[in-house]
């Protein structure tokens, strides 16, 4: 007799049943539910987006079961070890689990966040793996202590292929290297091919150059002081002027103008253009926050999520960054991957309610709204009809919920 996963592949079900495979409501064992959505959200686009959804609130102890189940299949195991799927809970079952690959393992161990980090490094399998030892060895956000602890004698140099002691990189000339250079370092040498592949490309920020100073700039012009204040008549400008003249100081004396806020975004507009693009990674992890809030939204990927690599920036920063409409897709990808920002509500509200945010991000974090945020997000004309659709049903369960306490 065939499995029901079977009859999924070979799209041997009526419609009616393919419907209610997306939504989960299929008698079979938790494992095949999960295969058959896997390989619905992974290949069918009529009953994708439902899979997809279904999955995004599917039981976390299930999820568990299926990630650390050596028999799982290898089509599960993909999607769930993938970044924009990745559960934080699941990470450490689907590393221990032999069924998941090296090759599978690389890009998180390379590009996790903080917290990937973190868990790679405690785990017993990962110690036996070569290739994803290699691959974390460029993490960013893996720690010296940590360099130790995987690789206890030799750590990897900037020049491909060259190792040297590690106490030699540490205690050169008798000088530690600060945190900040460190870190810039192990980020450019992370993502050296990617940065030769960008050559010289110019800075291109998204919605244009002057577009946050030109709405920054609005109320301004609508000074309520100002406008309230009764124009001056003929008479009284000639009085005070007779009032002014023998106070008037000499050319010395005269004060510079104060510099307005545009003369000083230009200037900072004038220093990013003339950098390439790994001048402008440095400036992003090593500068202001005017400048991280421009280079934020440069169209160079590597530049702009080089920005929340930073040690300077703020939660009140990534809170903006959550909303914006410009800044590309990949960066507000990033920003839950990194738990000290996972853990901050307005964050991950502000990407939820943001219609650039990709969708499958929006359904795994809708579930962590409140209550009045799931109202609000499913009235929403401006996302996707899917998000909205799971913000109410979300809503109903938690007002169900309320009710019968």
């Given at each position: 007799?065939?499995r029901?996963?079977?009859?999924?592949?070979?799209?041997?079900l009526?419609?009616?049943?393919?419907?209610?495979?997306?939504?989960?409501?299929?008698s079979?064992s938790?494992?095949?539910?999960i295969?058959?959505l896997?390989h619905?959200?992974t290949?069918?686009h009529?009953f994708?987006?439902q899979?997809?959804?279904?999955?995004?609130?599917?039981?976390?102890k299930g999820?568990?079961?299926a990630?650390?189940?050596?028999?799982?299949?290898?089509?599960?195991?993909?999607?769930?070890?993938?970044?924009?799927?990745?559960?934080?809970?699941l990470?450490?079952?689907?590393?221990?689990?032999p069924?998941?690959?090296?090759e599978l393992?690389?890009?998180?161990a390379k590009k996790?966040?903080?917290e990937?980090?973190k868990t790679?490094?405690?785990?017993?399998?990962v110690?036996?793996?070569?290739r994803v030892l290699?691959a974390?060895?460029?993490?960013s956000n893996?720690?010296?202590?940590?360099a130790?602890?995987?690789?206890p004698?030799?750590?990897e140099?900037?020049q491909a292929?060259?190792t040297?002691?590690?106490?030699e990189t540490?205690?050169?000339?008798?000088?530690q290297?600060?945190?900040?250079d460190?870190?810039v370092?192990?980020?450019?040498?992370?993502?050296?091919a990617e940065i030769?592949?960008e050559?010289n490309?110019?800075?291109q920020?998204?919605?244009g150059?002057?577009?946050e100073?030109?709405?920054a700039?609005?109320p301004?012009l609508q000074?309520?002081?100002?406008?309230?204040?009764p124009?001056?008549?003929s008479?009284?400008e000639?009085?005070?002027?007779?009032?002014?003249?023998p106070?008037?100081?000499?050319p010395?004396?005269?004060?510079k103008?104060q510099?307005?806020?545009?003369?000083?975004r230009?200037s900072t507009?004038?220093?990013?253009?003339?950098?390439?693009v790994?001048?402008?990674i440095?400036?992003?992890m090593?500068g202001?926050?005017e400048e991280?809030?421009?280079?934020?939204r440069?169209g160079?990927?590597?530049?702009?999520?080089?920005v929340?690599?930073?040690?300077?920036?703020?939660d009140?920063?990534v809170?903006?960054?959550?909303?914006q409409?410009?800044v590309?897709?990949?960066?507000?990808?990033a920003?839950p991957l990194?738990r000290?920002?996972?853990?901050?509500?307005i964050?991950?509200?502000?990407l939820?309610?943001?219609p650039?945010?990709?969708?499958?991000?929006s359904?795994?974090l809708v579930?962590n709204?409140?209550v009045g945020?799931?109202?609000?997000?499913?009235?929403?004309k401006?996302v996707?009809?899917?998000?909205r659709k799971?913000a109410l049903r979300?809503?109903?369960?938690k007002l169900?919920?309320?009710?019968k306490?």
């Amino acid at each position: 007799m065939s499995r029901m996963i079977d009859l999924v592949r070979t799209s041997e079900l009526s419609s009616h049943l393919m419907q209610a495979a997306a939504r989960g409501a299929l008698s079979v064992s938790s494992g095949e539910m999960i295969e058959i959505l896997v390989h619905l959200a992974t290949h069918n686009h009529v009953f994708g987006n439902q899979a997809r959804l279904t999955l995004a609130g599917w039981d976390e102890k299930g999820c568990i079961a299926a990630a650390s189940n050596p028999d799982t299949s290898a089509e599960v195991l993909a999607y769930f070890i993938s970044p924009q799927n990745l559960r934080p809970v699941l990470l450490a079952p689907l590393l221990e689990n032999p069924s998941v690959s090296s090759e599978l393992l690389e890009p998180l161990a390379k590009k996790g966040s903080r917290e990937v980090v973190k868990t790679f490094v405690n785990s017993h399998r990962v110690r036996t793996l070569p290739r994803v030892l290699d691959a974390l060895k460029r993490n960013s956000n893996l720690s010296s202590a940590e360099a130790t602890v995987i690789s206890p004698t030799e750590v990897e140099t900037a020049q491909a292929g060259e190792t040297v002691p590690q106490a030699e990189t540490e205690h050169a000339h008798g000088e530690q290297p600060s945190e900040d250079d460190e870190h810039v370092r192990t980020f450019l040498h992370e993502h050296a091919a990617e940065i030769q592949a960008e050559g010289n490309k110019p800075f291109q920020p998204l919605g244009g150059v002057h577009e946050e100073h030109e709405i920054a700039a609005e109320p301004a012009l609508q000074d309520p002081a100002a406008a309230e204040s009764p124009a001056p008549s003929s008479q009284d400008e000639k009085s005070a002027e007779q009032k002014e003249q023998p106070a008037t100081p000499k050319p010395s004396a005269y004060k510079k103008p104060q510099s307005q806020p545009s003369d000083k975004r230009d200037s900072t507009l004038q220093k990013i253009a003339k950098l390439d693009v790994k001048g402008r990674i440095q400036l992003a992890m090593k500068g202001t926050k005017e400048e991280r809030s421009l280079l934020v939204r440069d169209g160079t990927k590597l530049v702009a999520l080089a920005v929340l690599e930073s040690p300077k920036i703020s939660d009140g920063e990534v809170e903006k960054i959550a909303g914006q409409k410009n800044v590309l897709e990949a960066v507000l990808r990033a920003i839950p991957l990194k738990r000290r920002y996972a853990k901050q509500y307005i964050i991950m509200r502000n990407l939820v309610f943001n219609p650039r945010t990709p969708m499958d991000v929006s359904l795994g974090l809708v579930k962590n709204l409140l209550v009045g945020d799931l109202k609000n997000l499913s009235g929403n004309k401006e996302v996707s009809e899917t998000v909205r659709k799971l913000a109410l049903r979300m809503f109903k369960q938690k007002l169900d919920s309320a009710g019968k306490r």
